[in-house]
């Protein structure tokens, strides 16, 4: 059992939204971006451990490493090519079909109307799903992170409905010692930061960047999120931006700075409601307090 090396988790968003469906122009770009940022991963050590997962919005699936492609068992002696590093070539093989397989299956449920384009990704089964990968391999590395890359142009309340669920994700990573970095890859039109994301990546110390243009896109994977927690003390990152820990009402989903918190089980609204909707409590408010009277006793001083 070795205790040196660092596993990797990389979440990859295949939300319908994500311009990446949409432009092939930027596809191949982006992909190899991530199979070399994935490669780099296991090049600093060959101790590293690498786990690829591919999230939608109906499924979450791990793309890497798998023992099956088409149904045949994958034999990994006979997959090294024209001399390349056996690992590498596995990693560059399983990925592109892996994430080809995963993208058509979303055009062709967008494009055949069984699955609606704007419904929310399950990013946040994603992390979980991360976290139990993690935790079944933590005694092996000395440390453990999540990369999530998107490029979904999502507005600041696209996770809302999935609030408590980042929150319960983001806790259980920060107690776990696990850093979240998150990738968002767009263009200028795209302005809107994923804010939910953002608090995952204060509350464990990781970081978040957003990439304007994908053809600097590997230089900064490979510059800010390749490193690990304790080299990246030692770098020169990207100043971080101050980041809104706003919370989402539980009844319309909506980012709100004020609310109402319900004693029993903290959920939030933006509206009162003497019912909580979510543990159904009756809340019984006693009478208005009275203005204090101000012509008591006052006590003499001696």
């Known amino acids: 059992m070795n205790t040196s090396g660092t596993h990797l988790v990389l979440i990859i968003d295949f939300s319908g939204n994500s311009r990446l469906l949409t432009d092939s122009s930027i596809y191949y770009q982006w992909l190899d971006s991530v199979i070399s940022f994935c490669n780099s991963h296991l090049l600093m050590s060959s101790l590293n451990n690498l786990t690829v997962i591919g999230s939608n919005s109906f499924e979450n699936k791990v793309l890497y490493p798998m023992n099956e492609i088409n149904g045949q068992v994958v034999d990994t002696r006979k997959m090294s090519n024209e001399g390349q590093y056996e690992v590498f070539h596995r990693v560059v093989q399983t990925?592109?079909?892996?994430?080809?397989?995963?993208?058509?299956?979303?055009?062709?449920?967008?494009?055949?109307?069984?699955?609606?384009?704007?419904?929310?990704?399950?990013?946040?089964?994603?992390?979980?799903?991360?976290?139990?990968?993690?935790?079944?391999?933590?005694?092996?590395?000395?440390?453990?992170?999540?990369?999530?890359?998107?490029?979904?142009?999502?507005?600041?309340?696209?996770?809302?409905?999935q609030y408590m669920n980042f929150m319960n994700c983001f806790f259980a990573a920060q107690k776990m010692s696990v850093t979240i970095d998150a990738c968002i890859a767009g263009d200028d039109s795209y302005s809107?930061?994923?804010?939910?994301?953002?608090?995952?990546?204060?509350?464990?110390?990781?970081?978040?960047?957003?990439?304007?243009?994908?053809?600097?896109?590997?230089?900064?994977?490979?510059?800010?999120?390749?490193?690990?927690?304790?080299?990246?003390?030692?770098?020169?990152?990207?100043?971080?931006?101050?980041?809104?820990?706003?919370?989402?009402?539980?009844?319309?989903?909506?980012?709100?700075?004020?609310?109402?918190?319900?004693?029993?089980?903290?959920?939030?609204?933006?509206?009162?409601?003497?019912?909580?909707?979510?543990?159904?409590?009756?809340?019984?408010?006693?009478?208005?307090?009275?203005?204090?009277?101000?012509?008591?006793?006052?006590?003499?001083?001696?």
């Open 95 to 161: 990925v592109k079909f892996n994430v080809k397989t995963m993208t058509e299956t979303v055009r062709d449920l967008s494009q055949s109307g069984a699955h609606s384009i704007s419904s929310s990704p399950l990013m946040s089964g994603a992390i979980a799903m991360a976290l139990c990968h993690i935790n079944r391999f933590k005694d092996d590395y000395k440390c453990s992170r999540i990369v999530i890359m998107s490029s979904t142009s999502d507005e600041s309340n696209s996770y809302a409905s």
């Open 192 to 302: 809107q930061t994923t804010s939910l994301l953002q608090q995952g990546c204060d509350l464990t110390d990781g970081t978040y960047l957003k990439v304007p243009n994908i053809a600097s896109f590997l230089e900064y994977l490979l510059w800010c999120l390749l490193p690990d927690a304790e080299t990246r003390t030692k770098l020169v990152l990207p100043v971080r931006q101050k980041v809104s820990h706003s919370a989402a009402c539980f009844c319309h989903r909506n980012i709100i700075d004020t609310g109402f918190v319900c004693s029993v089980c903290l959920s939030i609204f933006c509206t009162f409601s003497p019912i909580c909707s979510t543990c159904h409590t009756i809340f019984k408010l006693g009478p208005i307090p009275q203005q204090f009277n101000k012509s008591k006793k006052k006590l003499k001083v001696k």
